[in-house]
T-cell receptor, first 114, second 115 residues
Framework: GENVEQHPSTLSVQEGDSAVIKCTYSDSASNYFPWYKQELGKRPQLIIDIRSNVGEKKDQRIAVTLNKTAKHFSLHITETQPEDSAVYFCAAPGGGSTLGRLYFGRGTQLTVWP | NAGVMQNPRHLVRRRGQEARLRCSPMKGHSHVYWYRQLPEEGLKFMVYLQKENIIDESGMPKERFSAEFPKEGPSILRIQQVVRGDSAAYFC?????????????FGPGTRLLVL
């Protein structure tokens, strides 16, 4: 099955700085890569996703880049705000018999200091 | 358009009891997924269902755990004879069921505590 590694596990930045979270995956059949934000005690919320036909996607202060050759994808948050503080998870789908499920990274606790 | 609904939001059971967790997918969605999240960990896949059909249950323990998604009504995740190690947050997600590798939208979760 797919193996998703996520780094760093914790990230602290000053308000206004940028934050970058990186993930690698193992299954070359994966072609959809979502990012979820989870606040304490809440549901994972999709914030951005990318499919393998593009290398980058941007939505206001959030962007995701994908390198299919190297099998890694990254989340970039610019001009961070305290309300960006949460746990962020990357994910990748399985292929073959595991098609349908998502494999999640272990998460990155982002703290934005005012 | 209501999102994915789960109930109960919190469930307390004593060891040996049964836990039933319910999930109603988003309107128009026919695929349901169940994930388990332990404290300070990522989500782990358990089972993937369509209406009246289990597509992939390889992430679910073979004993004590079962899942269904009937033609009418919510999807149910059932845990029999719960043990302390079953304490976790259980999240359900749904997708439209119109293609491969679809976006999954999550419910608010059920937090199960086994005493």
């Amino acid at each position: 099955g797919e193996n998703v590694e996520q780094h760093p596990s914790t990230l602290s930045v000053q308000e206004g700085d940028s934050a970058v979270i990186k993930c690698t995956y193992s299954d070359s059949a994966s072609n959809y890569f979502p990012w979820y934000k989870q606040e304490l005690g809440k549901r994972p919320q999709l914030i951005i996703d990318i499919r393998s036909n593009v290398g980058e996607k941007k939505d206001q202060r959030i962007a995701v880049t994908l390198n299919k050759t190297a099998k890694h994808f990254s989340l970039h948050i610019t001009e961070t705000q305290p309300e960006d503080s949460a746990v962020y998870f990357c994910a990748a789908p399985g292929g073959g018999s595991t098609l349908g499920r998502l494999y999640f990274g272990r998460g990155t606790q982002l703290t934005v200091w005012p | 358009n209501a999102g994915v609904m789960q109930n109960p939001r919190h469930l307390v059971r004593r060891r040996g009891q049964e836990a039933r967790l319910r999930c109603s997918p988003m309107k128009g969605h026919s695929h349901v997924y169940w994930y388990r999240q332990l404290p300070e960990e990522g989500l782990k896949f358990m089972v993937y269902l369509q209406k009246e059909n289990i597509i992939d249950e390889s992430g679910m323990p073979k004993e004590r755990f079962s899942a269904e998604f009937p033609k009418e009504g919510p999807s149910i995740l059932r845990i029999q004879q719960v043990v302390r190690g079953d304490s976790a947050a259980y999240f359900c997600a749904s997708s439209p069921g119109q293609g491969l590798q679809e976006t999954q939208y999550f419910g608010p979760g059920t937090r199960l505590l086994v005493l």
